[in-house]
C-alpha cells in the first residue's frame, strides 16, 4: 500500500496559525468582505474592487486548520436545514470549427512542446454533422449542449441522502469537505437534456461557488451558509439557481420541487427541475453560452491516442481519505476508487458499498480522478471550513491505472478554472471522459492511500 506521503511537505496548522503554503483562501467574511490570498507571496489577478476589498476591508477570522476543540460538530452532521418549497456512433462530415483560446483546448496545443506532440490532443473543436467534443470531457455529443454553459448543482453525499439521481450523467464532480467533516458534491452538468430532474440539492458554501465560476457555470443550490454566501451570490459575477430562503435575493423557486422519498428527512426530498431550470433561466436573463475567453479545465488526448503514462506508477485502488476514520472530510464513509482494466474506469465505492445513481442504477464511474490538494482552515464553532481553491498546491491526476504527481495552478481570476501539471510544469493529458475531483484538505493529506 502507497501512503501518499510523497514528499509534498504538507503543513498542519495548529492553535489558530494560518499556515499558508501556497494555496490561496478565498472567502466570505461575516461583513461581506472578499478574500484574496492570505499567504505572503501569493500573487493573485483581482478586479480593482475586488483588490480593494481583499485587502482594506474587515478581516476575516478563522480558527486554526484541524483545530478538534473550536466546537466543531460532531462528525457527519451538518448545520443548517433549508426551507420547505411545494412538491412538483462518431459523425463523418465536418461542417464548421469553433477556435479555442490557446490555452486548454486551443488549435495551437498539440505544438506546444515535444511531449504533446507525442500525443495528440484535441485542438480546436469542430461541427460534425450537428455533433462536438465536449470542452469538459472530451467526448462528442450534440454541438448545442457542447456549446452551452454547463450547470453546477449542489448535491450532499452523507448516507441519509443516498442515493443520488442523475450523477451518472456529470461530467464533472467536484468533492469537498463541509462541516461535520463529510463531503459534498457539486456535479456539473452540460448534457442534461434527457434527465427530469437532479437531486437532492443542498445549500451553498462559497468554495464551491468560486470553483463553479472557473467553469462558467449556473449555480444551482438549495440553501446556504448565510455569512459566507450570501454576499458572493449577489455579486454580478455569479448567475445562480437558487431556491428561496433566507439570505437569497433572486430566487428561482420554478426550478425546485420536492419528490416524496419515505423515510427520508425533508432536506433530502428537494430536487431541480429541467423545465423549471430552463424558465428560470430564461426569465434571470442568464447568458446560456460560453463566452469568449472561456478557458477549458483540461486538455484532452485526441481521438483514438490514449494518454498511457507507462514510466508512472500503477494505482489502481485510490482512497481520497485513506481507510481509517478522520476529520478531514473523507474519513466517516471512507470512499475510493477501483480502476477497471477492462474499461479503463474508475469505479466509485462509499460506507462500504457501490455509489449507485438511481437514475439507471449505475455505479458511478469516471475516466480521471483528481486529488487537489488545498489549504483549509476552520471559521467559527459551528465548524463551517474556508478552503484555497485560487493559487496553487500538490495534486495527483489517477487516469488510465497510473499515477501522476504534480501541482495546480488558478491564478488569473474567478472565471479561469485550475489547470494541472506533470513535475516537470507540463500540462498534464486527460483521457477523454468524465473526471471527479476531490479536494483534499492539505493539512489532513496524510491519511491519502493508493496502491
Known sequence: MKKNHIKFNNPTASNGASNFRRCGLRGIDPHGSHLGSLRAG????????????????????????GDRDAGELPLGEVNEAPEDLPDQGLPATVEETESGNGDGQGAGDADTNEAKEALPVIGE????????????????????????????????????AMPQYGLSKAAII????????????????????????????????????????????IYCNWGLARPYVEDLLRRDTVQNISAGVGGIHNPSDEAFGRISRAGYATEFTGY??????????????????????YVPPFTFAAEGFRAEYGDEKDATMVYPGGRTDNRGGYGVYNPYFEYNEKDRLYYRYQDGKKQIDEYDNSQLAVSNVVFQYCHGEVRDKKDYLAFGVHGEGDALVFTNGKVIEGTWKRYDGDATPAKFYDKNGEEIIFNQGKTWICNIWEEYGEFVEYK
Not at 179 to 184: H, L, S
Request: charged share 25%; net charge negative.
Open 42 to 65: 501569493i500573487k493573485y489577478s483581482l478586479s480593482v474592487g475586488m483588490l480593494c476589498a481583499a485587502f482594506f476591508s474587515v478581516p476575516f477570522l478563522l480558527n486554526g486548520c
Open 125 to 160: 473543436r469542430k461541427t460534425v454533422n450537428g455533433k462536438m467534443q465536449s470542452y469538459l470531457t472530451g467526448e462528442w455529443l450534440d454541438a448545442d449542449a457542447a456549446t452551452r454553459r454547463p450547470i453546477a448543482v449542489m448535491i450532499p453525499n452523507n448516507a441519509p
Open 174 to 217: 467536484y468533492e469537498a469537505p463541509v462541516e461535520g467533516r463529510i463531503t459534498r458534491l457539486m456535479a456539473v452538468f452540460e448534457d442534461y437534456d434527457g434527465l427530469d430532474h437532479i437531486g437532492p440539492v443542498r445549500s451553498s458554501r462559497d468554495y464551491f461557488v468560486y470553483v463553479a465560476m472557473g467553469y462558467e457555470a
Open 272 to 293: 431541480l427541475f429541467m423545465n423549471g431550470l430552463e424558465k428560470a433561466i430564461k426569465r434571470q436573463k442568464y447568458e446560456t453560452e460560453y463566452d469568449d475567453a
